[in-house]
């Protein structure tokens, strides 16, 4: 059980990346929170989506690393549980109903469909659940001292680097439109089966526009602000019967 228990601490860590991932964009992620909360009806929410994206990355980090340092053990398994349960059931019902094609756990570094997201989220449980019943295991790894001069760092840390995203750009740009990357050019090639639709917005007047292609110099008049796809009925061509 010792054994068990170890490894899934180990593996329970990636929450530390996950954290640190959406902190790296930030306002990405607070986009993704805008999605479920017009899913959920909570549009009340919409205004706080940029700060309590903040939160839930600071959350993940700062539970991170006190689940491997060992630190205020049965707390941070109670938040995780918490944390897990509620995420199991959000993308549940995403995937089943289709809502939010993308969970945005690991923002653009590593997409992921709904139900890749719901199993991911019911593996983390079970591993969990593990920590419960072999909790004696998880002995802290330094002395309190150090203990709480490393959660101040952490802390400290996980709070400007968000803060930092937010006021320029990612660090690791993982995103489709970073800069050096030429979108329609990336565009190119694309299935007639396949459409893509880009969500754009007037720099001026602030309105979204739908296009079907991009725009000329459409940096200069416009932000980007998503995309969508669409499957279209493709005729055969010669078809004989």
């Not at 990355?57 to 944390?83: A, D, H, P, Q, Y």
């Not at 072999?134 to 490393?150: I, Q, S, Y």
């Not at 329609?184 to 007047?205: A, C, H, M, R, V």
């Not at 969508?228 to 019967?241: G, P, S």
């Amino acid at each position: 059980m010792r054994t068990l228990t170890i490894i899934s601490r180990i593996l329970l860590d990636c929450f530390i990346f996950s954290g640190f991932i959406k902190a790296n964009d930030t306002l990405g992620f607070s986009y993704k929170l805008v999605e479920y909360f017009e899913v959920f009806g909570t549009h009340f929410l919409v205004p706080i989506a940029t700060p309590l994206a903040m939160f839930i990355c600071i959350f993940e980090i700062v539970l991170g690393f006190t689940l491997l340092m060992g630190s205020k053990i049965k707390l941070t398994l109670w938040l995780l549980l918490l944390m897990i349960v509620f995420f199991t059931f959000l993308t549940f019902y995403s995937a089943y109903y289709n809502k939010v094609t993308s969970c945005g756990c690991f923002g653009d570094a590593i997409p992921l469909t709904p139900w890749q997201s719901f199993t991911k989220d019911l593996i983390l449980l079970v591993f969990i659940i593990i920590l419960f019943i072999g909790k004696d295991h998880l002995n802290p790894l330094f002395g309190e001292r150090f203990e709480k001069a490393m959660l101040v760092l952490v802390v400290i840390a996980s709070v400007a680097f968000p803060i930092y995203t937010y006021s320029y750009l990612p660090v690791i740009d993982f995103r489709p439109y970073a800069i050096g990357k030429n979108i329609p050019e990336q565009t190119k090639g694309i299935p007639d089966e396949l459409k893509y639709f880009y969500i754009l917005k007037d720099k001026k007047s602030g309105e979204q526009k739908e296009f079907d292609k991009w725009p000329d110099k459409w940096d200069e008049v416009y932000d980007y602000v998503d995309s969508r796809t669409e499957v279209t009925m493709v005729r055969a061509k010669d078809q004989r019967f």
